[in-house]
């Protein structure tokens, strides 16, 4: 007989856990029916990577190649005092010879569409660093053709694109002498066409810029496009010059004072702001507030990602598992990892001084104690289930 009712109330209990496990499939709430997925990858073999303890020597080495120069693009000049602009086609120039009006170009001149943007010559010299205004035609003037050449009376078509005014004011000068005694020539540039910069990104007026008898330099071009806007990543400003790619920091010109970042700009030149998305950094783990936050001016240590994140927890988190996930953009297989023990006393000046970089992953492990604890939590109330139900069929 007891062998009968002990055999009931097994057969209760299944029957019961039975009914509990069938009521999962219309429970509230969301879940996947996976029935109909075919999961047949094996389980492949875990790869190990290297952790690198943060201490005071890897922090000096990080100081010491944060110190060497970038690579920057190498300027045709040693410095901007020794720049000269040099002609080229679809430049428009402005001749004078001196006691010929009928050999210069009319000083009062206009050129318009019809609109209200007629413009003298005169006017147009006090833009040289812009294109001609919306609805505006160009200067009366000689062009510079697409064979490099401009034709001038008595002197024939003379070659002007690769020279300097100067040289093209000696040359047409020399040209006249036979016609003219002791000709007075003077040459000046009308529109600056055949050479430009193009600025795009975060800039209030992204566009092309002409470069003038003015060496454009990284400021001035930044500057001439309205200035930057609010989103605005000045540390990582990029530079495509001859199809490569240099990455300039007008924050460390600033702010430092560093002239070597104030590249001086050339002709094909694509300058490009970009936003911050890239420059932040991602605090996960035992931590209050798990949140990604940007960098300020390109900097960032794991004192002050922590500090913003409110800190570490203090029931859950492992002191000595503070990790740096470094590299997984350009390398997300074989990423760098770094490893922090806040139980040291040096510790907390270690993690002020370890700068993180864009797109770095700081995680905060988990006690070993958490981890047990939170195992209970989950097969708790399935014991207490069964321990009620068994209560019940007695």
Same mark, same amino acid.
């Given at each position: /007989?007891?062998?009968?009712? +002990?055999?009931?109330?097994?057969?209760?209990?299944?029957?019961?856990?039975?009914?509990?496990?069938?009521?999962?499939?219309?429970?509230?709430?969301?879940?996947?029916?996976?029935?109909?997925?075919?999961?047949?990858?094996?389980?492949?073999?875990?790869?190990?990577?290297?952790?690198?303890?943060?201490?005071?020597?890897?922090?000096?080495?990080?100081?010491?190649?944060?110190?060497?120069?970038?690579?920057?693009?190498?300027?045709?000049?040693?410095?901007?005092?020794?720049?000269?602009?040099?002609?080229? *086609?679809?430049?428009?120039?402005?001749?004078?010879?001196?006691?010929?009006?009928?050999?210069?170009?009319?000083?009062?001149?206009?050129?318009?569409?019809?609109?209200?943007?007629? !413009?003298?010559?005169?006017?147009?010299?006090?833009?040289?660093?812009?294109?001609?205004?919306?609805?505006?035609?160009? *200067?009366?003037? !000689?062009?510079?053709?697409?064979?490099?050449?401009?034709? $001038?009376?008595?002197?024939?078509?003379?070659?002007?694109?690769?020279?300097?005014?100067?040289?093209?004011?000696?040359?047409?000068?020399?040209?006249?002498?036979?016609?003219?005694?002791?000709?007075?020539?003077?040459?000046?540039?009308?529109?600056?066409?055949?050479?430009?910069? !193009?600025?795009?990104?975060?800039? #209030?007026?992204?566009?092309?810029?002409?470069?003038?008898?003015?060496?454009?330099?990284?400021?001035?071009?930044?500057?001439?496009?309205?200035?930057?806007?609010?989103?605005?990543?000045?540390?990582?400003?990029?530079?495509?010059?001859?199809?490569?790619?240099?990455?300039?920091?007008?924050?460390?010109?600033?702010?430092?004072?560093?002239?070597?970042?104030?590249? /001086?700009?050339?002709?094909?030149?694509?300058?490009?702001?970009?936003?911050?998305?890239?420059?932040?950094?991602?605090?996960?783990?035992?931590?209050?507030?798990?949140?990604? /936050? *940007?960098?300020?001016?390109?900097?960032?240590?794991?004192?002050?990602?922590?500090?913003?994140?409110?800190?570490?927890?203090?029931?859950?988190?492992?002191?000595?598992?503070?990790?740096?996930?470094?590299? +997984?953009?350009?390398?997300?297989? #074989?990423?760098?990892?770094?490893?922090?023990? /806040?139980?040291?006393?040096?510790?907390?000046?270690?993690?002020? #001084? $370890?700068?993180?970089?864009?797109?770095?992953?700081?995680?905060?492990?988990?006690?070993?104690?958490?981890?047990?604890?939170?195992?209970?939590?989950?097969?708790?109330?399935?014991?207490?289930?069964? $321990?009620?139900? #068994?209560?019940?069929?007695?």
């Amino acid at each position: /007989m007891a062998g009968q009712n +002990m055999l009931k109330r097994n057969i209760g209990i299944v029957l019961t856990l039975t009914a509990f496990l069938s009521a999962c499939a219309t429970a509230p709430g969301n879940y996947l029916d996976t029935s109909s997925l075919e999961d047949s990858n094996e389980q492949k073999q875990q790869e190990t990577y290297p952790v690198h303890l943060i201490d005071s020597q890897l922090v000096a080495a990080q100081m010491q190649a944060a110190a060497v120069p970038v690579d920057l693009p190498a300027s045709r000049y040693a410095s901007p005092a020794d720049y000269v602009y040099h002609l080229a *086609p679809q430049d428009i120039l402005g001749v004078t010879v001196y006691d010929h009006p009928e050999l210069s170009t009319p000083q009062g001149s206009t050129f318009s569409t019809g609109g209200n943007t007629t !413009q003298t010559v005169a006017q147009a010299l006090t833009q040289p660093y812009t294109n001609a205004l919306s609805g505006q035609a160009d *200067p009366y003037g !000689q062009t510079v053709a697409a064979d490099g050449t401009i034709y $001038f009376p008595f002197v024939g078509r003379i070659r002007a694109a690769g020279k300097t005014v100067n040289e093209l004011r000696d040359e047409l000068s020399k040209g006249l002498v036979r016609y003219i005694r002791n000709p007075q020539v003077d040459v000046r540039v009308l529109a600056y066409r055949s050479q430009k910069v !193009q600025v795009t990104g975060e800039v #209030k007026q992204p566009g092309p810029l002409a470069i003038s008898d003015v060496p454009l330099t990284l400021v001035d071009a930044i500057t001439r496009s309205g200035g930057t806007t609010a989103d605005a990543d000045i540390q990582r400003v990029r530079l495509t010059r001859n199809d490569k790619l240099y990455v300039l920091d007008a924050n460390r010109l600033l702010d430092r004072g560093d002239v070597t970042q104030n590249v /001086m700009l050339q002709n094909g030149d694509i300058v490009n702001i970009p936003d911050r998305s890239d420059s932040r950094v991602f605090v996960l783990g035992e931590v209050k507030t798990p949140t990604q /936050m *940007p960098m300020l001016k390109g900097r960032l240590t794991i004192a002050d990602a922590l500090t913003q994140a409110g800190g570490i927890l203090d029931t859950d988190a492992n002191p000595r598992q503070i990790y740096v996930m470094r590299g +997984m953009m350009d390398n997300p297989t #074989k990423p760098d990892v770094y490893r922090l023990d /806040m139980t040291q006393p040096d510790s907390i000046m270690l993690s002020t #001084k $370890f700068q993180l970089q864009p797109l770095d992953v700081v995680y905060v492990g988990t006690a070993a104690s958490t981890t047990f604890n939170r195992v209970l939590q989950q097969v708790l109330p399935t014991i207490q289930t069964i $321990f009620y139900t #068994k209560q019940i069929t007695r």
